[in-house]
């Protein structure tokens, strides 16, 4: 099989709350949105992450397996007040980030040594170059 496909949510870390950390947990708001695409020579992964920069994304590769997480801790304010102002209280902080995972599982067809990802304007591009697969090879038979 040569498709690129997700793993069953079953098996996803599922503590999100990106965005909508209040809201029942469901795939509709806890994952972040993916577009993947397919050509001869690559497949490409887009997945959007607002709010984000590059440093609060890990992406690995294991076993054809590519993993892209997040974990960002929400900044507690002591007694509400803030960090750099002194003179500022916080009444009402609701902007809140956790976490999530997402796994995909490759097909057979990638090269892996060179795999690349990119961000920009809060939008993370995986680049999954392929490699031609082996072709069957015909075995002729001699006469003994």
Known sequence: M???SLFNSLFQDQDFGFPFSNFPKSNS???PAVD???TKNAYTLEMDLPGCTEKDVDVDLKENVLTISSHIEDKKEEKGKDEKNEDVQYLITE???SQFTRRFSLPQDIDSE???ASFKNGVLSVNIPRKALTQP???SISVA
């Open 29 to 31: 708001f806890a994952m």
């Open 95 to 97: 902007r809140r980030r």
């Open 36 to 38: 993947v695409t397919e």
């Open 114 to 116: 060179n795999i690349s």
């Open 137 to 139: 090879k015909k075995i």
């Open 2 to 4: 040569n498709e690129l």
